[in-house]
């Protein structure tokens, strides 16, 4: 497995965090066919097929940062580069929204 972990600082409250973070959980359900679920204040997730398949991880959010944690299967080990490039992007885009 290769393991991404982004931590990204944000200046929300933890609610409006945990909001825009389910608003792009729901963006990778459609896109990629992951399945998630809160934890508390983690989003689980797992891949059980399409482009993403085997891969699992969770989204932690916290009152001032979001931390965010994917496990790829072995498949995709050679995209890490491009994954962790493409959630830092939508990072960024989802916490800095006005």
């Known amino acids: 497995m290769a393991t991404i972990e982004i931590r990204r600082q944000h200046a929300?409250?933890?609610d409006e965090a945990k909001k825009r973070?389910?608003?792009l959980a729901r963006g990778m359900?459609?896109?990629l066919g992951i399945r998630w679920r809160w934890d508390g204040d983690l989003i689980?997730?797992?891949a059980p097929g399409g482009a993403a398949k085997g891969t699992t991880g969770l989204v932690r959010v916290e009152a001032s940062a979001v931390q965010v944690e994917i496990d790829?299967?072995?498949l995709l080990k050679?995209?890490?580069g491009m994954v962790e490039s493409k959630v830092n992007e939508k990072l960024e885009a989802v916490?800095?929204?006005a």
């Open 29 to 31: 359900e459609d896109k």
């Open 72 to 74: 790829l299967p072995f």
């Open 44 to 46: 689980r997730f797992d």
């Open 21 to 23: 973070a389910e608003d």
């Open 95 to 97: 916490l800095s929204k």
């Open 12 to 14: 929300l409250t933890k």
């Open 78 to 80: 050679a995209m890490k």
